[in-house]
């Protein structure tokens, strides 16, 4: 059987025929597809949106210590989140076969930084599986669980967004069912710190075998040649170097931690000179160069900031110049992206702006709430951080401070920051925008949400008992689409004295209950219009220019989210049904 | 057929740049190329610019297209035609350019600094430049939604897969209520390069 598949579809496609029995993991760009597909194709994988990815690790790690074959997915910046798990499983040791997707980020088209986690990996001596394709995908995926149960290490199979997220033929089979295997309770394996520092030769020891296993691992791959030139390569920058140097000697490493210091050296000494071409940091190249392998190029020609492509490879060769585009003599305008038609986050910025105060914000769409033309979010750093970052600007003397949050995100890392600003006697104001769906990464389910990843009914979190809990003196919730009241409950919160909550509330226009539901449009009545432009201040997409200068809104994309009439000083916004 | 084929799709999120970048894949596949897609795109929302790779051939390695080297670029608005027309293979490729304009709503003053000489300017460059009414056209049969597809009729042209295996892709990936039209549309593009 053979299909059409993107990177991450492939591993979910392996997976299921693994014999895969749990999965966990968190939205992330680029990992998400993985569990999406497995809800959509392959429920009796029995997958999960998990609170966050050190929960979906922790759940995984008990899944495999239990006996399961088991998945966990997350996005790069997700492991340093699960890290604590992650660095201390290797102590036990796993019993079903476990595997942990990180997604890496080269050219952070979707994050906040560019780490590469096989540094990760080898802190937590995990050994690293490093696909070139969605074909590899798939077979790294089965290939990973096998060397995990037969190593008893959990294993990272790590990916880029290219290879993530490209699609290639992918063949595949059916299916294997594969037993629980048993698990019997052993205190000095699985239990307390006491007992670990007996544990701590067997992690060498499971280590060594695999670096002694990495010499004939056959995911290590040599292409021979009778070129001058070799090639050490890993991950999808294996097509680049056979699209741009097909005449060269390749070994392309599917193991790229531990690393077999034999079989490079042999390489190396075949060729005159060996470029190692591998996409992030120069993981590879600096263990060839501490062997004392001296015929070695890398990250001087080809850099370690951003995403690789033949096109670089080859400039960075010399092997020609790649046209750049055209910006002589044309306004190439950039086209950055937008809030969408209809989006709750809109007044909840430009209140902010019209508030004048300092903004921590978080992650998800609402980082674009720096950019204009709200430029009403001041900082950016990880998952929960706006919340910890607003208790620390007042610190510092900043009195006029609000934390916005999503209620994925909140949910994710927010609640821990909350606890401590309410118990350290802060006077935090706090926006959790709640759309009830991790939104940037295209709508998932959350706690939030009242649904689970297959579409199911689940207990949906009550966030203001949840703030009620943590003791915050304020409370309120407003429709995020009535623009007057949001600024006026915001002012009520900034003054109010102690810790206080926002939850602006309105789902995102994303969800697919959004989209499916029959909309009846805003429309523009001309005669009542006195050109002021004060809709075009909402800055929604749908609204543009006639030729005669009037607004008008996109009947097929308007949400009627009502916010234009809202601003409209003359009522010429109607709903297109009581509109004459 | 011994060389790769490339193709760069560009144009604005929720412009169904993605779509027939994947029915062309689909058709490759179909006629029995090796394929690869891949997509390029910011954060995940709608409205910024996207860009899709399409690579089929004998054996292909790279995703990604490399700038000088796509046999067409495939527009489907002016603005984002520009921003990718150095991909074009200058001596032996075409750039097929929707002829229509989408201001970006995110940028200050949009309206006066949108460049729309754009494809006058392309050809002044002495690239090969196709401009087609595809929104005009797909508003004319119904939804100018389809313009993505009247772009697509008018790359098949252009393309070794044949009529057939064109349009059994079409009638495998395109939901019955919206098939009539989008073969409609598909038609309509095929003709105005003839």
Redesign the interface.
């Known amino acids: 059987m053979r299909e059409f598949l993107l990177g991450n579809e492939a591993i979910a496609r392996g997976a299921w025929e693994a014999g895969v029995k749990f999965v966990a993991g968190y939205p992330g760009t680029p990992s998400t597809e993985i569990v999406e597909t497995l809800a959509i194709r392959f429920p009796e994988t029995n997958p999960r949106w998990s609170a966050n990815e050190k929960v979906a690790f922790e759940e995984g790690m008990g899944a495999a210590i239990g006996g399961l074959r088991v998945l966990v997915t997350m996005k790069h910046v997700g492991l340093n989140v699960a890290a604590d798990a992650f660095m201390v499983f290797p102590y036990s040791g796993t019993n079903g076969g476990f595997v942990v997707i990180s997604a890496d980020d080269p050219g952070m088209h979707s994050s906040q930084n560019e780490q590469d986690n096989r540094y990760l990996a080898r802190a937590g001596k995990v050994p690293v599986l490093e696909p070139s394709d969605a074909q590899e995908c798939r077979d790294f995926m089965i290939a990973g669980l096998e060397l995990s149960e037969q190593f008893k290490t959990p294993v990272m199979l790590r990916t880029t967004t290219r290879l993530a997220h490209h699609k290639g033929l992918v063949e595949f089979g059916v299916r294997k069912e594969v037993e629980r295997r048993e698990f019997v309770a052993d205190a000095k394996r699985f239990s307390v710190p006491i007992y670990r520092l007996m544990r701590r030769p067997e992690v060498e020891k499971t280590l060594n075998a695999l670096t002694e296993y990495a010499e004939t691992c056959p995911l290590n791959r040599v292409e021979d040649s009778r070129s001058s030139i070799g090639v050490v390569t890993s991950g999808i920058a294996y097509q680049y170097v056979k699209e741009v140097m097909p005449e060269a000697g390749v070994l392309r490493m599917g193991m790229t931690f531990p690393l077999p210091a034999k079989l490079l050296k042999e390489f190396c000494a075949k060729y005159e000179t060996v470029y190692v071409v591998e996409e992030g940091e120069p993981f590879i190249e600096e263990y060839m160069r501490n062997l004392g392998i001296t015929n070695v190029k890398g990250k001087e020609i080809f850099g370690v900031i951003g995403e690789y492509s033949p096109g670089r490879l080859r400039n960075s060769l010399g092997l020609g110049d790649v046209p750049k585009p055209f910006t002589e003599g044309v306004r190439l305008i950039p086209r950055p992206p937008m809030l969408c038609v209809g989006c709750g986050h809109r007044t909840v910025f430009a209140a902010l702006r019209q508030l004048k105060v300092i903004v921590s914000g978080d992650i998800g769409c609402y980082t674009m709430g720096a950019l204009p033309p709200y430029e009403a979010e001041h900082t950016t750093f990880s998952m929960g951080s706006s919340i910890g970052v607003s208790v620390g600007l007042e610190q510092a003397g900043h009195k006029d401070t609000v934390a916005i949050i999503g209620d994925s995100t909140f949910i994710h890392a927010g609640i821990p920051p909350l606890i401590d600003a309410v118990y350290n006697k802060s006077n935090l104001t706090l926006v959790i925008l709640d759309n009830s769906a991790t939104g940037m990464t295209g709508s998932q389910p959350n706690p939030s949400s009242g649904k689970d990843v297959l579409g199911e009914e689940a207990p949906k979190l009550d966030l203001e008992a949840l703030c009620r809990a943590t003791g915050v003196g304020s409370i309120e919730v407003v429709d995020t689409w009535q623009r007057k009241e949001i600024v006026n409950v915001l002012r009520g919160a900034i003054a109010y004295k102690g810790p206080a909550v926002v939850i602006a509330r309105g789902p995102c226009q994303q969800l697919p209950e959004m989209k499916r539901r029959n909309v009846i449009p805003f429309i523009v009545e001309e005669e009542l219009c006195t050109q002021c432009d004060a809709c075009f201040k909402v800055w929604c997409p749908a609204i543009t220019r006639t030729e005669n200068n009037y607004p008008v809104i996109a009947a097929k994309e308007c949400t009627s989210c009502t916010v234009c009439a809202q601003i409209c000083p003359t009522d010429a916004i109607k709903l297109a049904e009581v509109a004459a | 057929m011994t060389n790769t084929i490339s193709l760069m799709f560009a144009g604005?999120?929720g412009q169904g740049s993605l779509l027939i970048a994947e029915l062309t894949?689909?058709a490759a596949?179909n006629a029995g190329y090796?394929?690869?897609?891949?997509?390029?795109?910011?954060?995940?929302?709608?409205?910024?610019?996207v860009e899709t790779h399409v690579r089929f051939g004998k054996k292909?390695?790279?995703?990604?297209v490399?700038?000088?080297e796509a046999n067409a670029v495939i527009g489907l608005e002016k603005?984002?035609a520009?921003?990718?027309?150095?991909?074009v293979n200058?001596k032996e490729g075409t750039i097929l350019v929707n002829d229509y304009e989408l201001?970006?709503?995110?940028?200050?003053n949009?309206?006066n600094?949108?460049?729309h000489?754009?494809i006058d300017?392309?050809k002044s460059?002495e690239l090969h430049v196709t401009a087609l009414p595809a929104s005009k056209t797909a508003r004319e049969l119904g939804d100018g939604?389809m313009a993505n597809v009247v772009l697509l009729g008018a790359l098949s042209t252009l393309l070794p897969i044949p009529q057939e295996t064109w349009d059994k892709t079409l009638r495998f990936r395109i939901p019955a209520r919206y098939l009539e039209g989008n073969l409609k549309a598909f038609q309509a593009g095929r003709e105005m390069m003839s």
């Open positions: 604005v999120g894949s689909l596949v090796d394929t690869k897609q891949t997509e390029v795109h910011g954060v995940s929302q709608r409205g910024g610019s292909v390695h790279s995703p990604i490399t700038p000088g603005l984002e520009l921003r990718f027309a150095h991909y200058a201001i970006p709503g995110s940028v200050v949009a309206e600094i949108y460049p000489e754009a300017f392309l460059k939604r």
